[in-house]
């Protein structure tokens, strides 16, 4: 498959280029840290966003790194989303080991599902996630006793962090216990893309019958970035369940799989910092449009996606790095 | 005796929308191997533009009908030419996003000109109410709706099998370059299949909108449907469609019936089997 518009080109890191690329990010972190202290209205609406960055972050492993175009990847979220809500109302409500829970039980789906659907490709395999998340959909949708069904998980709360901080009404615990999951699967994510393989995975995503060709096991590899995509997934949704205390029957439908997806795309596949861009996007013009009339959000969504795939492959990061790069360009002449 | 009677004939009268509806999606992603999740929206716009005539001017089912699926086929003839030509050749993800964003902009478009609520179909008297049949009342316009899609089927396959036309198409989906190379026009081929395709998309639509309610969320809600019907039956055929969206208008129906709870689940989970088994659907290559 030859993909010359949205997957950022194979560039090796440059070292000239050091210096706004390290530092930009890091501001952006430390920044991030002070919403609570300053922005203090904004911090729940923020933990919303951080949560929604990590679930576009676990899709860009699979959407930008490994070329696996996944419609059901709302499946892992919810599957995460719903352990974490059932647990805490049926064992334990400790935070952590629900959120690990979580994790671990969407990374069981991803590998369970992943090992069937990666055997197939292109439509087999769109319409195989589809399905698979549909079905999940529809399980919990009918297990009222278990999940509540339509209505969703209610009433689910969850002890201090660490025994020591409570989830207030402020959003202060949540907000900074989400950043730090975040930040820790960011600093996964980046060592896995860098490492011999993530560059496997973009080599398959250039061009799978190559590598096939050069021995490297395509199917296992394909395999293990699901099942890392699926457990990030997983903590994502633990994580919107914990800092809502609610769990929606949304977060396993297809609109939330097309949601990150769009998400993703508007910010720029394959680039890690992606989701990062794309996510507060999709939120402020989601804020900015939905409030008259639901129509005008779904224009909205469907101009984004047509701009986007028609104009700006690549998403805003990679607008933006076309700009420096023509600059930099022009500079120089 | 009853219970199975009735259930083959609803289930048989919603494979025949699901066949008409996708059957145009298989060809021409057989042709192009263009991955559009948008095909259900040209089945939706069938059915509003269908529903309005009857309703709002007052014309007959069967003036509305044609009528519905010429402008459709307008629609999407124009479509392709102006947008989906753009994108051939252009990655998966690419042709899936862009097709999302036609959905979503559709579903917009349609709710700000007809409202969030599902359009009511308003059939004439003679259609309207049951029929009795060997003691079994069963509604009337879903006869006719049968006999309809039968009628189109059955040119749809002489279109198909017996003239020039359907053999550049079936060879077009064999082999396009060589297509290409015996002198075959496939750009302008494929323009045409597209737009029959969202023609008979229309038709089904417009004649299944009492099975498939006429709604904004049209397209989204029964895309899992149109995917799988085609992606069981087969790129390019337009035999494995027929077989797997009967197959599965009977399989929903019955299970709608016999089992309300588990219904859909155990479809998606056949659907499911049947795809690991042959990932090319059922006519496609092992």
Redesign the interface.
């Given at each position: 498959?030859?993909?010359?518009?949205?997957?950022a080109v194979l560039v090796l890191p440059q070292a000239g280029t050091v210096g706004a690329r390290k530092i930009l990010p890091m501001l952006l972190w430390v920044a991030a840290l002070a919403i609570p202290t300053f922005a203090p209205g904004y911090t729940p609406l923020a933990s919303q966003i951080v949560v929604m960055i990590l679930f576009a972050l676990s899709l860009d492993l699979l959407?930008g790194f490994t070329?696996i175009?996944t419609?059901g990847h709302a499946a892992l979220f919810g599957a995460g989303a719903y352990t974490a809500g059932i647990m805490a109302l049926r064992l334990t409500n400790d935070p952590l080991i629900t959120a690990l829970s979580g994790m671990a039980v969407a990374a069981l789906v991803g590998l369970v599902t992943g090992s069937?659907m990666l055997?197939?490709?292109?439509?087999?395999f769109?319409?195989?996630s589809?399905?698979?998340a549909?079905?999940l959909h529809?399980?919990a949708n009918?297990a009222t006793s278990v999940t509540g069904g339509d209505d969703g998980l209610q009433g689910v709360s969850f002890a201090p962090l660490l025994g020591v901080f409570e989830f207030d009404f402020r959003g202060q615990t949540a907000f900074y216990y989400s950043l730090a999951c975040l930040f820790a699967a960011f600093l996964l994510v980046r060592r896995v893309v860098n490492s011999p393989f993530g560059w496997s995975l973009r080599g398959i995503r250039e061009n799978d019958g190559r590598m096939r060709a050069i021995g490297c096991p395509i199917y296992r590899r394909r395999l293990a970035a699901y099942v890392i995509s699926s457990a990030l997934a997983g903590l994502a949704g633990a994580l919107q369940a914990q800092i809502t205390q609610f769990v929606a029957l949304r977060s396993l439908s297809?609109?939330l799989s097309?949601d990150v997806?769009?998400m993703l795309?508007l910010g720029g596949?394959g680039r890690l910092y992606g989701a990062f861009v794309g996510v507060p996007l999709f939120m402020f013009a989601q804020d900015l449009l939905a409030k008259e009339d639901?129509?005008?959000?779904?224009?909205g969504?469907?101009?984004?996606?047509?701009v986007?795939?028609?104009f700006v492959?690549g998403g805003v990061l990679g607008l933006v790095e076309r700009v420096r790069r023509s600059l930099g360009r022009g500079g120089r002449r | 005796m009853t219970a199975v009677v009735t259930i083959l004939f609803f289930g048989v009268a919603y494979g025949m929308i699901l066949y008409l509806i996708s059957v145009g999606l298989s060809v021409t992603?057989g042709l192009m191997g263009f991955?559009n999740l948008a095909h259900g929206v040209f089945a939706m716009l069938g059915g509003y533009a269908a529903v309005t005539l009857m309703n709002q001017l007052g014309l007959s089912l069967f003036a509305a009908l044609p009528l519905a699926c010429a402008m459709v086929t307008v629609v999407g003839f124009v479509l392709e030419r102006t947008?989906y030509s753009?994108?051939y050749g252009?990655?998966?993800?690419?042709q899936?996003?862009?097709s999302?964003?036609?959905?979503?902009?559709?579903?917009?478009?349609v709710?700000?000109v007809w409202g969030p609520l599902a359009q009511p179909v308003q059939l004439p008297d003679y259609l309207k109410g049951q029929s009795v049949v060997g003691g079994i009342e069963l509604p009337t316009y879903r006869f006719v709706l049968v006999a309809f899609g039968t009628a189109v089927i059955v040119a749809l396959w002489v279109i198909f099998e017996r003239t020039l036309f359907g053999a550049r198409i079936r060879a077009a989906v064999d082999n396009r370059g060589m297509a290409q190379a015996i002198g075959i026009d496939t750009g302008r081929l494929f323009a045409v299949t597209f737009g029959l395709g969202t023609g008979l998309a229309a038709l089904g639509g417009a004649l299944g909108a009492d099975v498939l309610a006429i709604a904004?969320n049209y397209p989204?809600h029964y895309?899992?449907y149109f995917?799988?019907v085609?992606?069981v039956g087969g790129?390019g055929s337009i035999r494995g469609p027929f077989i797997a969206a009967l197959s599965i208008g009977l399989a929903d129906t019955a299970c709608k019936y016999l089992l309300p709870?588990?219904g859909?689940?155990f479809i998606?989970?056949f659907?499911?089997a049947l795809?690991?088994w042959r990932?090319?659907?059922i006519t496609g290559k092992r």
């Open positions: 498959m030859t993909d010359r518009s949205n997957a959407v070329g175009v419609l069937c055997r197939t490709k292109g439509l087999a769109l319409v195989l589809l399905a698979a549909f079905m529809e399980l009918m297809l609109e097309g997806l769009i795309i596949a639901p129509a005008n959000w779904y224009l969504q469907g101009v984004i996606l047509l986007m795939t028609l492959p | 992603m991955v947008l753009r994108l252009r990655s998966e993800l690419d899936v996003l862009f999302m964003g036609l959905i979503l902009i559709s579903m917009a478009l709710r700000v904004p989204l895309i899992v995917m799988v085609v992606a790129l709870e588990m859909s689940v998606f989970a659907v499911f795809l690991l990932p090319n659907g």
